[in-house]
């Protein structure tokens, strides 16, 4: 990429990049497609592998164009727009026709915005004969099926533009207005919608379900209404997913648009419907930016990759292709804010921290600062997918790959030694108990809940009595285990951190693990009796403790060789036990690097379990009750 302006730390003392920066990147980018433009300008051909659509010609043509779009819309150089301009001549003719669930509505919907956004510069320039072409092209949009999904937006895009333009004005307002009762029965709360029937909660609720509704009433000179609203309850939850060193949550599809996570946070302040300081919005977006260039989201000819911070398979779906990437484009919509918006001029401060119960999705948010964490108690949408199915993702890891040891996991045990997947779930509730938060969900197989303070998290699981089971925590690249250094068993008889067994028996041995395991295991407590954990620390990455709480009998760190998006090999943290008497009751805790001795040096919780519930006790005397079903009255 072409050399950035300099930094500015006065204005930006956290990242040092400015609205000058966004500019240069931008540019940046649409320079470095121009080789791959095809003669007629209707397709931008680059390398990689196809995707299952093959529209993906169209696909590098369209959202390029929007990204030069919001470019010029923001004050840029009309000039921009030339190349797309002689596109839209041969377009209609060599892109593959819209039909019902076909990938060139998606396509067409980013073709109409960038249009729209450039009406005087661009469409109000071009001659009537590529003018009746794009409209028929566009217009076939409004009478097709979309995908069940986010894709209700795309026609409603499109009627967005064509009503603007006086073009088939009864079809494209009835699309708009379809489109937006469709996704309302998907609005779960707290700002969240499952995008689509049944329960995938994720970053398309920032780059599609709160973008286009945004945009629709910001290109329609109108208020955002309802759709503001939960914008801004869904902005107050989401902010806190990204962390102070710019990572984003690997969670969830579509991973490899990076970047467009931070879309919904210029939409709010777009459409004023932000609980956010400018300040705060410019340095998570300029902090989620700069954390993926910075680490190799480039190629070597300044091309977005398909992956994370480089390529990397398991990042992406069978949809996606050489071009997909550049929905990041969506990212600069934040150049539609002119230059003297307080996002662009007020100093850069920090972003929120804290925890967030969400209990319509039912997700917990926890940001300390150098890592943000979310507890999945609601979210899936397919079997056993690394990406939905994990009870924790977070902005530092992400899930080991399917065949792997499976990260942040709990299950029975089955016959052939692995833990059974988790299988649908159902969402039992979410919460807050003073500065303790927590969540629930069911499987078949088991009933869990999460309590969250601060980074802590406790895991509790209700199973058939006697069953085995194992649990596990964060995945780490390159990460070396450690004898776990926590503090002793409390005098008064109550389970002390770490004790696999009831309050008042005896605790097994510890064990260094099993024959071939990847790293150390022990006992928990400066020579207390206590039951099982593993710290693992990554070089100048994040730390995890998993400890065993109640139920489990051995720890190990077990080797995932593919490792995870953030490199391999990885190590996760195992406990197996059996659960007695059906309890089985572990903690926790991923921080940045240097963080968790500070954190664990004032003591973990204790439980104390009977029939019915677990009893959490915190170090500072703070105590809640909890059923597999979350918390009751002690």
């Given amino acids: 990429m072409s050399p950035l302006p300099p930094e500015d730390r006065s204005l930006s003392p956290y990242t040092g990049w400015t609205r000058h920066h966004w500019e240069a990147v931008a540019d940046a980018l649409l320079a470095a497609v121009e080789p791959f433009r095809s003669p007629d300008g209707a397709e931008v051909n680059m390398p990689g592998r196809e995707s299952w659509s093959r529209c993906d010609g169209m696909e590098g043509y369209a959202r390029t164009f929007l990204l030069a779009a919001f470019r010029v819309a923001g004050g840029g150089d009309p000039a921009l727009l030339e190349p797309y301009a002689r596109g839209l001549e041969a377009g209609p003719r060599v892109w593959q026709p819209v039909g019902d669930r076909t990938q060139s509505m998606v396509e067409a919907a980013?073709?109409?915005?960038?249009?729209?956004?450039?009406?005087?510069?661009?469409?109000?320039?071009?001659?009537?004969?590529?003018?009746?072409?794009?409209?028929?092209?566009?217009?076939?949009?409004?009478?097709?099926?979309?995908?069940?999904?986010?894709?209700?937006?795309?026609?409603?895009?499109?009627?967005?533009?064509?009503?603007?333009?006086?073009?088939?004005?009864?079809?494209?307002?009835?699309?708009?207005?379809?489109?937006?009762?469709?996704?309302?029965?998907?609005?779960?709360?707290?700002?969240?919608?499952?995008?689509?029937?049944?329960?995938?909660?994720?970053?398309?609720?920032?780059?599609?379900?709160?973008?286009?509704?945004?945009?629709?009433?910001?290109?329609?000179?109108?208020?955002?209404?309802?759709?503001?609203?939960?914008?801004?309850?869904?902005?107050?939850?989401?902010?806190?997913?990204?962390?102070?060193?710019?990572?984003?949550?690997?969670?969830?599809?579509?991973?490899?648009?990076?970047?467009?996570?931070?879309?919904?946070?210029?939409?709010?302040?777009?459409?004023?419907?932000?609980?956010?300081?400018?300040?705060?919005?410019?340095?998570?977006?300029?902090?989620?930016?700069?954390?993926?260039?910075?680490?190799?989201?480039?190629?070597?000819?300044?091309?977005?990759?398909?992956?994370?911070?480089?390529?990397?398979?398991?990042?992406?779906?069978?949809?996606?292709?050489?071009?997909?990437?550049?929905?990041?484009?969506?990212?600069?919509?934040?150049?539609?804010?002119?230059?003297?918006?307080?996002?662009?001029?007020?100093?850069?401060?920090?972003?929120?921290?804290?925890?967030?119960?969400?209990?319509?999705?039912?997700?917990?948010?926890?940001?300390?600062?150098?890592?943000?964490?979310l507890i999945n108690h609601g979210s899936e949408k397919y079997a056993d997918d690394p990406l939905y199915d994990r009870y924790a993702y977070s902005t530092r890891t992400a899930p080991t790959t399917p065949g792997a040891v499976r990260d942040n996991h709990f299950g029975p045990v089955t016959e052939d030694g692995a833990p059974a997947p988790r299988g649908p779930l159902t969402p039992a509730g979410a919460g807050t108990l003073g500065d303790i938060a927590w969540a629930a969900s069911r499987t078949a197989d088991a009933a869990s809940v999460s309590v969250l303070r601060g980074p802590v998290e406790v895991r509790i699981h209700r199973v058939a009595p006697g069953s085995r089971v194992r649990q596990t925590s964060w995945a780490l690249p390159q990460a070396t285990p450690s004898d776990p250094a926590l503090p002793a068993a409390p005098p008064d008889g109550t389970a002390p951190a770490g004790s696999s067994a009831p309050a008042g028996s005896s605790s097994p041995a510890g064990s260094r693990g099993p024959a071939g395991s990847s790293g150390p295991a022990g006992q928990i407590g400066h020579g207390s009796p206590g039951g099982p954990g593993v710290v693992l620390r990554s070089p100048g990455g994040p730390e995890t403790l998993l400890a065993g709480l109640y139920g489990y009998e051995r720890a190990t760190a077990v080797e995932a060789p593919d490792g995870t998006a953030f490199g391999a090999p990885a190590l996760v943290p195992a406990l197996d036990g059996v659960a007695r008497d059906g309890w089985a009751v572990a903690v926790a805790v991923l921080t940045g690097e240097g963080e968790l001795a500070r954190l664990t040096g004032a003591g973990l919780p204790t439980v104390r379990a009977d029939a019915g519930k677990v009893l959490v006790t915190w170090p500072d005397g703070t105590a809640h009750a909890f059923t597999a079903q979350g918390p009751v009255a002690t």
């Avoid at 609720?205 to 955002?224: C, F, Q, V």
């Avoid at 579509?254 to 709010?268: H, N, P």
């Avoid at 484009?329 to 119960?357: C, S």
């Fill in 110 to 373: 980013s073709i109409a915005l960038s249009l729209w956004l450039t009406r005087p510069h661009l469409w109000d320039r071009l001659e009537e004969r590529t003018r009746a072409g794009m409209t028929g092209y566009l217009s076939a949009t409004l009478r097709h099926e979309p995908a069940n999904s986010n894709w209700w937006m795309f026609p409603a895009a499109v009627g967005g533009f064509l009503a603007s333009a006086g073009l088939h004005t009864g079809e494209a307002e009835a699309a708009i207005e379809r489109g937006l009762t469709r996704i309302e029965p998907w609005y779960a709360g707290d700002g969240w919608y499952a995008d689509g029937p049944g329960r995938a909660f994720d970053h398309y609720n920032g780059w599609a379900l709160h973008l286009y509704p945004a945009l629709l009433a910001h290109l329609s000179g109108r208020e955002a209404g309802v759709h503001g609203e939960r914008l801004r309850e869904f902005l107050g939850g989401f902010a806190l997913t990204f962390d102070a060193g710019g990572g984003m949550l690997y969670h969830g599809r579509s991973l490899t648009y990076r970047f467009a996570s931070v879309t919904s946070l210029f939409a709010g302040a777009l459409v004023d419907a932000t609980p956010l300081a400018p300040g705060q919005t410019r340095r998570i977006a300029s902090g989620v930016l700069r954390h993926f260039l910075d680490r190799g989201a480039l190629s070597a000819d300044g091309l977005l990759t398909l992956g994370w911070y480089g390529p990397y398979e398991p990042t992406l779906q069978p949809y996606s292709g050489w071009a997909s990437s550049y929905w990041a484009a969506k990212a600069f919509l934040g150049l539609l804010l002119p230059p003297d918006h307080p996002v662009w001029t007020a100093p850069e401060e920090p972003g929120p921290t804290g925890t967030a119960a969400l209990p319509g999705p039912g997700l917990l948010v926890q940001n300390s600062g150098g890592v943000a964490t």
